[in-house]
């Protein structure tokens, strides 16, 4: 478990912005963290989320409780579900429509229980607890000092860009081989469930 002011930490700690006056506010790097952090939770599926909802003819539009980046599973009177745009949706199936990444309707108007599995996007303030285990620390710091160096307007940048791209990408390739050693010998994964 790690918070948003314990990542900012090693964030400046890399970005050699230690002493005040910051090159870069709290509030800037709380805002790449939350979008690096949907990326990343996007990415590798995580965490999970389940939204369950009675339906009915007369009520068949579903709100979810947060923005859903990546929608898993969705199962219908535990039948699945396809997920469709409105242009892709084939006349005689029950389908969830994507409305926005919030809302979705179903193509028919039924009776039932709805389920959807889902990734969602969960913003934090300074003192929030991420929902990112901390397996995923040297990541986020990478892709947030990746973002802040791009910034900024000096000569090494650059280079600094194309360093912590080559540390993302061998950090994305270190996790997804971890993750798939756990799914492939059928351990508990270190993800948190929210």
């Known amino acids: 478990i790690m918070t948003a002011k314990e990542v900012l930490y090693f964030v400046r700690e890399n970005l050699r912005d230690t002493k005040q006056p910051y ?13 690096e952090q949907n990326h990343i939770s996007h990415l590798f599926n995580l965490p999970i989320s389940v939204h369950r909802q009675d339906i009915t003819p007369q009520n068949s539009d579903i709100i979810l409780p947060s923005v859903a980046l990546k929608i898993l599973k969705a199962l219908c009177n535990n039948q699945p579900l396809a997920i469709n745009t409105l242009q892709s949706l084939k006349p005689h199936d029950i ?99 929210v």
């Open 95 to 193: 389908s969830l429509i994507f409305i926005d990444l919030q809302v979705y309707q179903l193509s028919k108007k039924i009776s039932g229980f709805i389920e959807i599995f889902y990734v969602p996007s969960t913003p934090n303030t300074i003192d929030s607890t991420l929902a990112l285990s901390d397996i995923f620390l040297d990541l986020l710091t990478y892709h947030i000092c990746k973002r802040a160096t791009s910034i900024e307007t000096n000569t090494n940048n650059l280079q600094r860009v194309q360093f912590y791209d080559s540390l993302i990408k061998g950090e994305e390739d270190r996790l997804a081989k971890i993750i798939s050693s756990i799914n492939s010998n059928k351990i508990l994964t270190p993800y948190r469930k």
């Open 23 to 35: 090159r870069f506010s709290d509030e800037l790097l709380l805002g790449f963290l939350n979008q």
